[in-house]
């Protein structure tokens, strides 16, 4: 057995605003393992980014890790110093954002942008620094990366923008990636092939990779485990094939029900009734209770995320059959 590169324990990371403490990450536990895939889906305002940006140290006032470990090869994150966290990123731990010019500098050239990256890390001289980021652009789809590596931001459309913003984050060979919606703004089909090719790298050199997305169809043929996220806890947890076959909570059922299959073409989508609770007014227990057509009394009590079957969690009073 390999230890995990990321386990998260009970992590709890809260705002604290003027009008309420808003949890957004509320006990949540996943792991991950060299060159495993975990896809980490969830509607919009579940607390995915809030979960990524806690592991790599990016949370600031009034948001606080209230309690909870982040263990990166068994070394607590909660407990790091900023230098400690600061060298971590970049070279261990990358991320890559949604919007690529969260990662590019708009008036530098790539090139400068990637070999100070690496030069930022490790001292190496700038031909090899060049050699990697070569490299780097050639892995991730990018054509003739010479002459790429010339160019400014603005010189390549969205999709080759966010193909230079993870080239940047794999620069360094990381051990962990955390990819926040990294291809939402980008058609479906290319989503999927960035994602192909990424779990491909990674199964190669062995990084981990999140794949955070509120669409599960994008991860669904490629994650090795799902976990999916409600209100700031994970709901269900469980390989990638389980999940999308024998979903047992409510809500990933609904998820599931809602992404087109060629079976079902012509055929009304389901969709989850009611909005996403606003995070300042959860109901007590299960937050999904009031949307849920399996609701009981005993949803007023939080359920623990229960086994189902081995390694395959979900937490439910009442799982789907
Ligand atoms: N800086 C902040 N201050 C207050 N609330 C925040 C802040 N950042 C995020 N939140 C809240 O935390 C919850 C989870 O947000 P987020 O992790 O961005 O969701 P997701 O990425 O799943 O769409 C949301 O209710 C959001 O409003
Ligand atoms: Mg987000």
């Known amino acids: 057995m390999t230890a995990p590169t990321l386990k998260l324990v009970n992590l709890k990371t809260h705002f604290f605003t003027r009008e309420g403490v808003v949890k957004s990450v509320d006990g949540v536990d996943f792991e991950v393992k060299a060159g495993e895939v975990l896809g980490l889906v969830g509607e919009s305002g579940s607390g995915k980014s809030v979960t990524g940006f806690s592991i790599l140290g990016l949370i600031d006032p009034p948001g606080r890790?209230?309690?909870?470990?982040?263990?990166?090869?068994?070394?607590?994150?909660?407990?790091?110093?900023?230098e400690r966290l600061r060298a971590l990123r970049g070279k261990n731990i990358a991320m890559v954002f949604q919007d690529p010019m969260m990662t590019l500098n708009p008036v530098l050239r790539v090139d400068t942008q990637m070999i100070e990256a690496v030069r930022a890390h490790d001292d190496v001289d700038d031909a090899a620094a060049r050699a990697r980021a070569l490299a780097a652009l050639a892995q991730v789809g990018?054509?003739?990366?010479?002459?790429?590596?010339?160019?400014?931001?603005?010189?390549?459309?969205?999709?080759?923008?966010?193909?230079?913003?993870?080239?940047?984050?794999?620069?360094?060979?990381?051990?962990?990636?955390?990819?926040?919606?990294?291809?939402?703004?980008?058609?479906?089909?290319?989503?999927g092939q960035i994602l192909f090719e990424m779990r491909k790298l990674c199964r190669d050199t062995g990084t981990a990779l999140i794949w955070v997305t509120h669409d599960l169809a994008v991860v669904a043929g490629l994650a090795d485990h799902i976990a999916v996220m409600y209100a700031g806890r994970i709901v269900e947890h469980g390989p990638t094939a389980t999940i999308l076959e024998q979903p047992r909570h409510p809500y990933t059922r609904g998820l599931i029900g809602s992404v087109p299959t060629r079976g079902h073409r012509g055929q009304a989508l389901f969709q989850i009734p009611g909005m996403a609770p606003s995070p300042l007014r959860l109901p007590p227990g299960c937050a999904f209770q009031p949307r849920c057509d399996r609701a009981s009394d005993q949803c007023a009590t939080m359920p623990d995320l229960r086994d189902m079957a081995p390694d395959h969690h979900a937490r439910c009073w009442h799982p789907v059959a």
């Open 65 to 82: 890790i209230v309690d909870g470990q982040i263990l990166y090869r068994g070394e607590d994150l909660t407990r790091a110093t900023p």
């Open 142 to 191: 990018i054509p003739s990366p010479e002459a790429r590596l010339r160019s400014y931001p603005h010189q390549f459309s969205g999709g080759m923008r966010q193909r230079v913003a993870i080239a940047i984050a794999l620069l360094n060979r990381p051990d962990l990636i955390v990819a926040d919606e990294p291809t939402t703004a980008l058609d479906v089909t290319i989503q």
